[in-house]
């Protein structure tokens, strides 16, 4: 059986293209394209068969199926020649029980889908593999395509420079100076992307490489381009898989630019067309209070949307004003009764230590849902009976001067309640013990 898939005018307009093309906006309407998959087709198989096929590759070391995204692919990119796919192993991240966090704020049924453990550190990854291995095959039927190029808040340009660079295909990203991490920084310039730090923000990297890539001879990697939704959307699909294909209560996930949200509620449908689930979870998009167009879109029934100018976040990965995927968002959320939340600076870094003590390491993307968790709680939206999953969208060591400054109680508007601080002596036993005996005894 042959499966097939191409570009849908995401407006509905009927203009359709074919997925080796360069281009991103329906050339009718001009608005944002969605890969549109032949849903009869995949129809062949059965649901069990299709659980059977994912469980069969799930993780294995036969290329290309050590990586869970491609374990999908004929739900991803049908058809790609497995000479074209540029994987570093992605997919498959731990869905972790966070039982003593969830006991904390009564929620005894909370989940973390860890997709910050992935080769670049963050859920970029999962989309990147699709969209760089769609270049390559591009680039080996002989179109010419010079780089590829994106505006990242941090993670995206660190993905596309090591998908890129396993490639041998010249990657460029453009950073909105002093608002990535120092680890997010190094990961493009080590992978030998060429790296634009501008003096602006994300929305103003954003505006600059929509004109760099306009006349299409550099391929913009930025999440309008729809491939990289296809690969995103197999978190869904993971999810429900690791709990033995049963669907949880909720899944909250922190939003900027918003594709993820859009990718997340696209898999989900998709099972259920396919009929291996039978119910949608409800999802909620968390935004820091800093950055929140859509919380602000939300609170007025999505009847009104306005571009805001983000202010600064410590979750600036979502620190973006005017998400490109505003209206795929708004129909996700619309489909599976959505809520959005939003965490300020103090509620996040709070909820990051708090999570922290428990033995996790949040990066503060997850700390804003986990924030909005414990406020969806609060105000009994999630009852305390339901299984919640929280998508942490990358790894906290990416983020080292965030929990740094917590440490030290420099973050701004933020209370460092659970600070903790070296205890710097002499290399002395009694020293030490001294100080041992003086601590409180355990509460
Ligand atoms: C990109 C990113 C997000 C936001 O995803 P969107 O698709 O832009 O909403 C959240 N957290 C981290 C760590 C990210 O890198
Ligand atoms: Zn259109």
């Not at 701004?412 to 710097?424: F, K, L, M, Y």
Request: aromatic letters at 8%.
């Amino acid at each position: 059986m042959t499966y097939r898939a191409r570009y849908a005018c995401f407006a509905g307009c009927g203009e359709h293209h074919e997925l080796d093309e360069v281009i991103y906006r329906c050339r009718n309407c001009g608005s944002l394209l969605d890969v549109e998959h032949d849903v009869e087709a995949l129809r062949d198989r059965a649901p069990a068969a299709w659980m059977n096929l994912f469980e069969r590759r799930w993780m294995r070391t036969e290329w290309p199926y050590g990586s869970g995204v491609w374990g999908k692919r004929e739900w991803v990119l049908p058809g790609i020649d497995d000479a074209s796919i540029v994987s570093f192993a992605e997919g498959g991240s731990n869905l972790l029980w966070a039982e003593r966090y969830g006991r904390s704020i009564g929620l005894p049924d909370l989940w973390v889908k860890q997709c910050g453990n992935s080769h670049t550190g963050s859920f970029k990854d999962l989309g990147m593999t699709v969209l760089v291995s769609a270049v390559r095959e591009m680039i080996r039927r002989g179109r010419p395509v010079r780089a590829v190029a994106c505006a990242s808040t941090g993670d995206t340009s660190a993905a596309l420079s090591a998908y890129c660079a396993a490639a041998g295909i010249p990657s460029l990203v453009l950073l909105p100076r002093d608002k990535v991490s120092v680890a997010q920084l190094l990961q493009p310039l080590a992978n030998g992307a060429m790296v634009f730090s501008l003096d602006t923000d994300f929305d103003g990297c954003m505006k600059v490489v929509q004109a760099l890539t306009a006349d299409g001879s550099i391929y913009l990697a930025n999440s309008m381009n729809s491939l990289r939704i296809e690969g995103q959307k197999t978190v869904a699909m993971e999810i429900v898989q690791q709990f033995e294909w049963e669907v949880p209560d909720w899944i909250v996930l922190p939003g900027g630019n918003l594709g993820n949200v859009y990718a997340l509620g696209k898999g989900l449908m998709l099972m259920r067309d396919l009929g291996l689930i039978s119910k949608l979870p409800r999802l909620c998009v968390a935004q820091a209070a800093n950055a929140n167009p859509l919380y602000r879109a939300y609170v007025a029934g999505f009847d009104r949307y306005e571009p805001i100018t983000a202010t600064r976040t410590s979750a600036s990965a979502i620190q973006i004003g005017a998400p490109v995927s505003i209206d795929r968002a708004i129909r996700v959320l619309r489909a599976t009764d959505g809520v959005v939340e939003q965490a300020t600076e103090d509620e996040l870094a709070d909820a990051a230590a708090r999570a922290d003590r428990t033995g996790m390491f949040n990066c503060p993307h997850t700390a804003v849902a986990l924030a909005a968790v414990e406020k969806l709680i609060a105000a009994g939206t999630i009852d305390p009976s339901q299984r919640v999953v929280v998508v942490s969208t990358a790894h906290g060591l990416k983020f080292a001067e965030f929990k740094g400054a917590y440490h030290q109680g420099r973050l701004d508007g933020v209370t460092s309640r659970h600070a903790n601080r070296p205890i710097e002596l002499p290399a002395d036993v009694d020293a030490v013990r001294r100080v041992l005996d003086a601590q409180p005894p355990p509460t």
